[in-house]
């Protein structure tokens, strides 16, 4: 099983509408959980942490489920802009990060 | 604010060809890492550092050597280089603890004919 697994999509939403996804882990010892967006052919970065109680920044919101090994983004009232890759991030062994291959979000005018 | 600085950008290498991939970082992180991403494949770890002086392999080191002689900079090379190795390369850093948010460099761009 993958550390860390994704619905590559595309999710095709659009504008306006609200889109949600999941990922995966497999490593129930993984205390860290963040949720990265990639444009195309960019670097990636830091969209937001996941907390254990779940939370929210502006109009994206982000769920942790320990219990079923899961994360969750949530993004409200989409914008073009918002077309992009979210890549899920979760802490592994040895020192390092596991990175999801990600969802692709494609807002739709 | 520089954050984390790649060098070169784009670079193009015949086979058998070596060179070195730059990563300068001003945010006095401990830690840091090269990663190469290619098509399908997600980001995928080649080595990391836990500080100055010290290096370690990834999920995919082979092909691939490493120094991190000052804290700030992280030197990723390819001895001799291979079509295999085409892709793009992203260099981050993260604070002392592991598990906290990696800062990426805007990545080089290598292809190997």
């Known amino acids: 099983r993958k550390e860390v697994e994704q619905d590559p999509g595309p999710f095709n939403v659009p504008e306006g509408a609200t889109v949600a996804f999941n990922c995966t882990y497999s490593?129930?010892?993984?205390?860290?959980f963040f949720w990265y967006r990639q444009d195309c052919r960019k670097e990636p970065k830091l969209l937001m942490s996941v907390y254990s109680s779940g939370n929210e920044d502006g109009r994206f919101t982000a769920q942790l489920n320990r219990a079923s090994q899961y994360i969750s983004l949530l993004i409200r009232d989409s914008k073009l802009s918002d077309s992009a890759t979210y890549l899920c991030?979760?802490?592994?062994?040895?020192?390092?990060?596991?990175f999801g291959k990600g969802n692709q979000v494609v807002v739709i005018p | 604010n520089a954050g984390v600085t790649q060098t070169p950008k784009f670079r193009v290498l015949k086979t058998g060809q070596s060179m070195t991939l730059l990563c300068a970082q001003d945010m006095n992180h401990e830690y840091m890492y090269w990663y190469r991403q290619d098509p399908g494949m997600g980001l995928r770890l080649i080595h990391y550092?836990?500080?100055?002086?010290?290096?370690a392999k990834g999920e995919v080191p082979d092909g691939y050597n490493v120094s991190r002689l000052k804290k700030q900079n992280f030197l990723l090379g390819l001895e001799s280089a291979a079509p295999s190795q085409t892709s793009v390369y992203f260099c981050?850093?993260?604070?002392?603890?592991?598990?906290?948010?990696?800062?990426f460099g805007d990545g080089t761009r290598l292809s190997i004919l």
């Open positions: 550092s836990v500080g100055e002086g010290t290096t």
């Open positions: 490593n129930s010892a993984s205390q860290s």
């Open positions: 991030v979760v802490s592994g062994g040895n020192n390092r990060l596991a």
């Open positions: 981050a850093s993260s604070l002392t603890v592991s598990n906290q948010p990696q800062h």
